[in-house]
């Protein structure tokens, strides 16, 4: 999801739900396993969420909500 940035409009934030019994992953992790994507698309900021992204009843993410509740 993009975050407001002062310097580039948006930065790439990934918001990572873990499965039960998974183990936590850093952003380093994370950007190394995206490493064949363009760095502009690599996320600079990692928010993990041990109990799952929340959804709506139709089972969609509300983004707006949850850059509310996160940041």
């Known amino acids: 999801m993009g975050l407001e940035d002062d310097t580039w409009g948006e930065?790439?934030?990934a918001i990572v739900?873990?499965?039960e019994g998974a183990e936590e992953i850093t952003l380093a992790e994370l950007r190394e396993?995206?490493?064949g994507m363009a760095s502009y698309k690599l996320p600079t900021v990692l928010k993990i969420m041990p109990d799952g992204i929340?959804?709506?009843a139709?089972?969609?993410v509300n983004k707006k909500s949850l850059k509310k509740?996160?940041?």
Do not use: D, Q, T, Y
């Open 11 to 13: 930065k790439v934030v």
């Open 54 to 56: 929340p959804r709506n």
């Open 17 to 19: 739900g873990l499965a």
């Open 33 to 35: 396993f995206c490493g």
């Open 69 to 71: 509740e996160l940041f």
């Open 58 to 60: 139709m089972g969609k």
